[in-house]
């Protein structure tokens, strides 16, 4: 990232653990960088080992601090582990990145249960897992900001009929996501703050 200047102010995230799912390639990746940019510490969370290493390599490289653990975001237990031990190490968590998820370009005619089930988990059950855990573990006594990143499927998205059902189990307006960074069981919650960018078609290995 040499010569990189952010549109945000310097030190913006100064001293705070941001916890990024699929931090390892992708939006995840750059998000990271950024954050880290900006004095955050990332802590990367993906399923595959290698990837996390090595973003975490170029965010060190780059002069800032990061910490990574493996998870499968789709796993009850695994996150409900990942999120103590990230709030052991670091004391609190201050930010959630829900990024992590993927699909692929198939007609609903062509699609498995399987591969339905498969987009809907990571994609929906695993945001949901992370943010609830995010929450009861460390931001119910402190605050912080959680956001989502969705896919903007509102004006079509041809090819991806597994995404669209994601929307009416966020809840019930007309475009739901955009609301549900906040934790819904959690009327009353310390200073919250959530948010959710829809980005479209986005390429997986897009450059910093």
Avoid at 14 to 39: D, F, N, W
Avoid at 47 to 70: M, N, W, Y
Avoid at 144 to 154: E, K, L
Wanted: include cysteine; hydrophobic fraction near 40%; aromatic fraction near 6%.
């Amino acid at each position: 990232m040499s010569g990189y200047r952010s549109v945000f102010r310097p030190g913006l995230f100064a001293g705070q653990t941001i916890v990024v799912t699929g931090g390892g390639s992708g939006i995840g990746r750059c998000t990271a960088h950024e954050l880290a940019a900006l004095g955050a510490h990332p802590v990367l969370v993906g399923r595959k080992l290698a990837k996390l290493e090595a973003t975490a390599a170029e965010i060190v490289a780059d002069g800032g601090a990061c910490s990574l653990h493996a998870c499968d975001i789709r796993e009850e237990a695994q996150v409900k582990a990942t999120v103590a031990a990230i709030v052991a190490a670091r004391g609190r968590v201050d930010g959630l990145v829900n990024n992590a998820g993927g699909q692929f370009p198939a007609p609903l005619a062509a699609i498995s249960q399987k591969g339905f089930e498969t987009v809907v988990r990571t994609n929906l059950v695993g945001g949901f897992l992370f943010a609830r855990e995010v929450y009861t573990q460390s931001m119910a006594e402190h605050g912080g900001a959680i956001v989502n990143i969705v896919a903007d499927m509102w004006r079509s998205m041809p090819g991806m009929g597994h995404s669209g059902p994601r929307a009416p189990a966020w809840s019930t307006s007309p475009r739901p996501p955009r609301s549900s960074g906040r934790p819904r069981a959690c009327a009353s919650t310390p200073s919250r703050r959530g948010g959710s960018p829809r980005p479209a078609w986005t390429t997986t290995t897009p450059t910093c």
